[in-house]
Protein backbone atom coordinates (compact mmCIF):
# COMPACT_ATOMS: atom_id res chain seq x y z
CA UNK A 1 0.00 0.00 0.00
CA UNK A 2 1.76 3.24 -1.13
CA UNK A 3 0.48 6.69 0.78
CA UNK A 4 1.17 9.81 -1.32
CA UNK A 5 0.91 13.44 0.36
CA UNK A 6 1.37 16.43 -1.77
CA UNK A 7 2.29 19.74 -0.69
CA UNK A 8 3.50 23.33 -2.04
CA UNK A 9 0.48 24.63 -3.28
CA UNK A 10 -0.49 28.09 -2.66
CA UNK A 11 -1.34 31.51 -4.17
CA UNK A 12 0.55 32.46 -6.52
CA UNK A 13 0.07 35.77 -9.38
CA UNK A 14 0.12 35.39 -12.93
CA UNK A 15 3.31 34.56 -14.82
CA UNK A 16 4.92 33.26 -11.27
CA UNK A 17 6.07 29.76 -10.33
CA UNK A 18 5.60 27.08 -8.25
CA UNK A 19 7.31 23.52 -7.06
CA UNK A 20 4.38 20.86 -5.99
CA UNK A 21 6.40 17.49 -3.72
CA UNK A 22 4.39 14.66 -4.16
CA UNK A 23 5.93 12.14 -0.95
CA UNK A 24 5.47 8.74 -0.64
CA UNK A 25 5.70 6.12 2.02
CA UNK A 26 5.04 2.54 2.12
CA UNK A 27 5.22 -0.02 -1.29
CA UNK A 28 8.42 -0.11 -3.71
CA UNK A 29 8.16 3.17 -4.58
CA UNK A 30 10.86 2.90 -7.41
CA UNK A 31 8.19 0.43 -9.55
CA UNK A 32 5.64 2.94 -9.58
CA UNK A 33 4.89 5.42 -12.69
CA UNK A 34 3.71 8.32 -10.83
CA UNK A 35 1.53 11.58 -12.39
CA UNK A 36 0.29 14.46 -11.45
CA UNK A 37 -3.70 15.32 -11.97
CA UNK A 38 -6.11 18.42 -11.51
CA UNK A 39 -9.14 19.02 -10.61
CA UNK A 40 -11.23 22.51 -10.53
CA UNK A 41 -15.11 22.33 -8.98
CA UNK A 42 -17.51 20.77 -11.29
CA UNK A 43 -14.79 19.54 -13.45
CA UNK A 44 -13.36 15.50 -13.85
CA UNK A 45 -10.04 15.22 -12.93
CA UNK A 46 -7.68 16.11 -15.71
CA UNK A 47 -4.06 14.43 -16.58
CA UNK A 48 -0.85 17.15 -16.07
CA UNK A 49 1.90 14.94 -15.95
CA UNK A 50 3.47 11.50 -15.43
CA UNK A 51 6.58 10.23 -15.29
CA UNK A 52 8.27 6.32 -15.91
CA UNK A 53 9.53 4.47 -12.91
CA UNK A 54 13.29 4.75 -14.39
CA UNK A 55 12.42 8.71 -15.03
CA UNK A 56 13.57 8.16 -18.41
CA UNK A 57 9.85 9.08 -19.84
CA UNK A 58 7.62 11.52 -19.45
CA UNK A 59 4.34 12.86 -20.78
CA UNK A 60 2.81 16.45 -20.36
CA UNK A 61 -0.04 17.56 -21.45
CA UNK A 62 -0.95 19.82 -24.21
CA UNK A 63 -1.83 22.75 -22.16
CA UNK A 64 1.21 22.53 -19.56
CA UNK A 65 3.70 21.31 -22.40
CA UNK A 66 6.76 23.76 -21.98
CA UNK A 67 5.74 25.13 -18.91
CA UNK A 68 5.95 22.50 -16.77
CA UNK A 69 8.25 19.98 -15.81
CA UNK A 70 8.45 16.67 -13.64
CA UNK A 71 10.72 14.52 -11.74
CA UNK A 72 11.07 12.00 -9.63
CA UNK A 73 14.11 11.42 -6.63
CA UNK A 74 13.98 7.54 -6.25
CA UNK A 75 16.36 7.53 -3.44
CA UNK A 76 13.97 10.58 -1.10
CA UNK A 77 10.35 8.38 -3.05
CA UNK A 78 9.47 11.80 -3.99
CA UNK A 79 7.81 13.66 -7.28
CA UNK A 80 8.02 17.28 -8.35
CA UNK A 81 5.98 19.27 -10.77
CA UNK A 82 7.76 22.68 -11.36
CA UNK A 83 5.33 24.75 -12.52
CA UNK A 84 6.50 27.94 -14.82
CA UNK A 85 4.63 30.84 -16.41
CA UNK A 86 1.55 30.06 -14.48
CA UNK A 87 -2.26 30.93 -15.88
CA UNK A 88 -5.25 31.46 -14.19
CA UNK A 89 -6.07 28.01 -15.80
CA UNK A 90 -3.54 26.23 -14.26
CA UNK A 91 -5.75 27.00 -10.74
CA UNK A 92 -7.06 23.60 -9.27
CA UNK A 93 -6.81 21.23 -6.79
CA UNK A 94 -3.41 19.08 -7.84
CA UNK A 95 -3.31 15.48 -7.09
CA UNK A 96 -0.28 12.93 -6.69
CA UNK A 97 -1.22 9.28 -8.32
CA UNK A 98 0.71 5.95 -8.48
CA UNK A 99 0.49 2.83 -10.49
CA UNK A 100 2.73 0.08 -10.16
CA UNK A 101 3.78 -0.29 -13.63
CA UNK A 102 6.86 -0.54 -16.02
CA UNK A 103 5.40 1.93 -18.46
CA UNK A 104 3.96 5.46 -17.61
CA UNK A 105 0.11 6.77 -18.93
CA UNK A 106 -1.93 9.50 -19.20
CA UNK A 107 -4.94 7.32 -18.43
CA UNK A 108 -6.81 8.40 -14.76
CA UNK A 109 -8.00 4.70 -14.48
CA UNK A 110 -4.75 3.28 -14.35
CA UNK A 111 -3.62 4.66 -11.28
CA UNK A 112 -4.38 3.19 -8.03
CA UNK A 113 -3.00 5.05 -5.48
CA UNK A 114 -3.76 9.20 -4.77
CA UNK A 115 -2.76 11.88 -2.57
CA UNK A 116 -5.06 14.43 -0.90
CA UNK A 117 -4.63 17.10 -3.26
CA UNK A 118 -2.94 20.73 -2.62
CA UNK A 119 -4.56 23.97 -3.71
CA UNK A 120 -2.60 26.28 -6.42
CA UNK A 121 -4.85 29.71 -7.53
CA UNK A 122 -2.87 31.83 -9.86
CA UNK A 123 -4.20 35.20 -9.59
CA UNK A 124 -4.09 38.44 -11.90
Known amino acids: QVQLVESGGRSVQVGGSLRLSCTASGGAFSSYAMAWFRQTPGKEREFVSAISWSGQNTLYADSVKGRFTISRDRAAKMVFLEMTSLKPQDSAVYYC?????????????????WGQGTQVTVSS
Open 97 to 113: AAEQSLRVTARIEEYEY
